[in-house]
């Protein structure tokens, strides 16, 4: 064999054993990461998921705690409500005191009659319808309650006459009278300097000696009515009427 020969041979033998070497240091290729990127997605995914969960399970329970809180706030305003009607009942039918600033009117009869041995309708006594007068003008000046010598006045009060005698609430006043009322005093005074009001007590005040005064005062009580209440009507609790 020639020697150009044997030096091809040994090349060829030289890169055919590069060639294998080379094969067997080749890293074997690895799988894709493609499923692995898939799991670490799906975990993310639910992991948020949970995270919203959690969020979601906060709020409900802090909705709730607030509903309830509202629900409470909206019985207390409803019994509160309801608790301010009742006293408003009870002042109105004269079942509980009624306090605050208000004003006294003091009526007399004149300093020159003796009640007890004069006509009934001798002009310069006081008579039942004055005060009637008197009481219906309170309350068109929407006084908080009234109170005559002691005596409360409600809506179904009788305020009468039986000869010279007056009976308020079936119990018999003499004079003087002296009016309490829980209420706005200059307003009253603004109503009673109208010419067109009281006329006919204001005229026997000038011309027969009615003594009529009034003055403010900071606090006044009025007691609760002792009188009998009429009913009208009765109902039962199983709402019907009797």
């Known amino acids: 064999m020639s020697t ?20 067997f ?31 979601l399970k906060s709020r409900i329970v802090s909705l709730r705690e607030e509903i309830n809180k509202t629900l409470d706030d909206n019985n207390l305003i409803s019994q509160t409500t309801n608790l301010e009607k009742l006293n408003a009942l009870k002042k109105e039918i004269g079942l ?7 004003f006294y009117i003091e009526l007399n009869d004149s300093k020159f009659i003796d009640r007890t041995s004069i006509k009934s309708d ?13 009481v219906n003008l309170l309350r068109a000046n929407n006084v908080e309650g009234i109170a005559i010598n002691d005596q409360r006045i409600i809506a179904t009060s009788s305020i009468t006459s039986v000869g010279n005698s007056l009976l308020i609430n079936n119990s018999t006043l003499a ?13 009253f005074l ?28 900071p606090y006044i009580i009025l007691p ?11 109902q039962r609790n199983d709402g019907t009427v009797s």
């Not at 091809?8 to 033998?13: D, K, L, Q």
């Open 25 to 55: 240091k080749t890293t074997t290729p690895t799988a894709s990461s493609y499923p692995l990127d898939q799991i670490e997605a799906q975990e993310d995914l639910v992991k948020s998921y949970v995270d919203d969960e959690t969020q």
């Open 190 to 217: 603004m109503r009673l300097s109208d010419p067109g009001v009281l006329t006919d007590l204001q005229k026997r005040v000038n011309e027969n000696g009615i003594q009529f005064f009034i003055k403010k005062s």
């Open 4 to 23: 150009s020969i044997k030096i091809i041979s040994i090349f060829t033998g030289i890169l055919v054993g590069l060639l294998v070497m080379a094969q």
């Open 96 to 102: 509980s005191e009624i306090k605050g600033e208000g």
């Open 224 to 234: 609760i009515y002792n009188g009998q209440f009429r009913l009208k009507f009765i």
């Open 122 to 134: 001798e002009p310069g006594i006081v008579y039942a319808a004055d005060i009637r007068d008197i």
């Open 175 to 187: 004079p003087p009278f002296t009016i309490s009322a829980v209420g706005d005093y200059e307003s």
